[in-house]
């Protein structure tokens, strides 16, 4: 049975005692010894050294002995017995090995397992053996160009640190005290990850003892023009970031169309082991939502004293003819074709030969206006004379307003993605007006056909609605979705969010267009009725305004984050709401605002 290890401190004890001591241990393995165990009187034969990790030529001490010299495996890296009366002595802790007993003597001890291995389980700071090339890949802002990886060539950005930790199979990444303008992105593929900040970076006109040493209190920055510092998603291996500063910039102007951009420090999304330790992170300002476009003016109606669009046509009113016979064509009501909003006025009444004529027409459309399924034709004349003119018609009524955009939501959505801005609501357009009522005809005498109605003007268009206004974008530190997030001495931080955009004002409608003249009357006839105007188009609905957006230091779905030693947090104000758009130039209220936006340093999304 083997001798129980002797720890390391026994060695110095053996070695005083036995009066010679050898070189310190390495990490190379040892060899074997010599001979099997002799009689104690010629001194004991070495036995089996051990083996251990121990360079082979200083790994042992060599023992003296009154009866005689243990041969063994001293040069191979054990420790060499004392041979006296027979008594051995076993390697010593931390010896690569020892030798066997002298003659008779107990058995050799087991020798030691060399220098004590890296604990890979803390962070090189705590551990420094793991600051090595066979540990880590090492980054360092500003490297040469083709850096490798390693302590004497390393890579310049981060991600060329993963990409070169990825290549050589290692899950390590140190990263010198600088600041990196680039975003730093962990995905699915990129398996278990440890990145280390709060290191001193390498400098080819130093003393090399000062290179990526730690540095307490002084951290790595990630700070990018624009994005997100730090993102990491679907990662189903632990990821470990420590001593790093992530700074985002402020969100940038918006694009009209596009969402409201927001500022976000980080995002861990579905992923199962991620731990963020003395990190900081800090979101910018977000953007301020965009203001709502008014509402444009609706097109007027046309009428006869204005150039008429293509397409369209005007036949005047026709008036009194007397003749012998009855023409071969009778003369129809004045009229024109509808306008691009689809209003027409309506035709004027035909007359007749010695007969009543026939009544003007209603202008359309006639719902959607105010008040709607208005016959606005004028009659025809009942009886003869020219104090029986044809009837005039009425004016078209206006069309209905449109209406405001709906409150915008009190909160915006999260996702794993980041933040959508809580917009307004559009308006809608208003509506057209009603063409102008036809005016009938006069009555036809024997011989005569009578005068016919003149038509009714054109409904003027629809104001358009007022748009939306934009949410205010966010402004926040860190989102955590549905992820395992462990949080160790994390600082979050996040500033003023962006104020929502005010809400489009009302679009006028446009003005009715003018009627024509009926017909005139002549020899004891009376005159056609004229068209009358049509009804001004309805004004559009103004936006309302967009909610501000929210400042927030952490947001997460899901498993709530375990904070070990947190920090005080600090968080920023809530953007300030966009006013609804205005109304009260066409006689409407005004649209609904936004809400202010919310702030706290921490906020659960609930599912």
Not at 187 to 215: E, K, M, R, V
Not at 457 to 472: D, P, Y
């Amino acid at each position: 049975m083997n001798a129980p290890k002797i720890m390391r401190f026994a060695c110095t004890t053996v070695c005083i005692a036995a009066s010679g001591c050898g070189s310190p241990p390495f990490s190379e393995r040892g060899g074997t010894g010599g001979s099997p165990p002799v009689d104690a009187s010629t001194g004991g034969g070495g036995g089996q050294s051990g083996t251990g990790g121990g360079s082979g030529n200083n790994g042992g001490h060599a023992g003296a002995s009154a009866g005689g010299s243990a041969a063994g495996g001293a040069s191979a890296g054990g420790a060499s017995g004392s041979g006296a009366s027979g008594a051995a002595t076993g390697g010593a802790t931390g010896a690569s090995g020892v030798s066997g007993s002298g003659g008779g003597g107990v058995d050799a001890g087991d020798g030691g397992d060399g220098a004590a291995k890296c604990d890979e389980t803390k962070s090189p700071a705590a551990e420094p053996c793991l600051l090595s090339d066979e540990h880590a890949v090492f980054v360092s802002k500003g490297a040469a160009i083709g850096g490798i990886g390693t302590k004497e060539s390393p890579v310049s950005t981060i991600s060329a640190g993963m990409m070169a930790a990825k290549a050589a199979g290692l899950k390590r990444i140190i990263v010198c005290n600088a600041t990196y303008a680039e975003n730093v992105a962990i995905q699915s593929t990129d398996g278990g990850l440890s990145i280390y900040g709060g290191f001193a970076c390498p400098a080819a006109s130093s003393d090399a003892g000062a290179n990526w040493t730690p540095t307490p209190g002084v951290h790595a920055v990630v700070a990018p023009p624009d994005g997100v510092p730090l993102t990491i998603k679907g990662a189903m291996a632990k990821i470990i970031v420590g001593g790093i500063d992530f700074i985002a910039a402020d969100a940038p102007i918006p694009t009209p169309g596009q969402p409201t951009p927001s500022s976000i420090g980080g995002i861990i999304a579905t992923s199962t082991d991620v731990t963020l330790m003395d990190v900081t992170v800090t979101a910018g300002k977000g953007a301020d939502g965009l203001p709502g476009a008014p509402g444009a003016a609706g097109a007027d109606g046309a009428d006869p004293t204005m150039q008429l669009p293509d397409g369209l046509t005007l036949t005047p009113a026709g008036a009194a003819v007397c003749s012998a016979t009855a023409p071969a064509m009778l003369p129809v009501g004045a009229s024109w074709t509808g306008s691009a909003c689809a209003s027409q006025g309506g035709a004027g009444g035909g007359p007749l030969y010695n007969a009543q004529g026939h009544d003007g027409q209603s202008g359309v459309p006639q719902t959607d206006v105010d008040p709607p399924n208005k016959k606005n034709g004028g009659s025809a004349a009942i009886a003869a004379g020219p104090s029986n003119p044809g009837g005039d018609g009425m004016q078209g009524s206006i069309g209905d307003a449109g209406t405001n955009g709906p409150v915008a939501p009190a909160f915006g959505t999260f996702g794993a993605d980041g933040y959508a801005s809580a917009d307004g609501h559009a308006g809608t357009d208003g509506h057209t007006g009603q063409g102008g009522g036809g005016g009938g005809a006069s009555f036809g005498t024997t011989m005569c056909t009578g005068a016919g109605g003149g038509v009714g003007g054109m409904g003027g268009c629809g104001g358009g609605h007022g748009e939306a206004g934009k949410g205010g974008g966010a402004s926040v530190a860190l989102i955590s979705w549905d992820s395992g997030l462990t949080l160790d001495m994390v600082q979050l931080t996040s500033v003023t969010a962006g104020a929502g955009g005010n809400g489009g004002d009302t679009g006028l409608g446009g003005r009715g267009g003018k009627g024509t003249a009926g017909g005139n009357g002549a020899n004891g006839i009376g005159r056609g009725g004229d068209g009358k105007p049509g009804g001004n188009g309805g004004y559009g609905g103004a936006g309302s305004g967009g909610t501000g957006g929210p400042s927030y230091g952490l947001v997460y779905h899901g498993t709530k984050p375990t904070e070990l030693h947190p920090l005080a947090p600090k968080f920023g104000s809530g953007g300030q709401h966009g006013k609804g758009g205005n109304g009260t130039a066409a006689g409407s209220s005004s649209a609904p605002d936004g809400a202010d936006g919310d702030a706290t340093d921490r906020h659960a999304v609930m599912p």
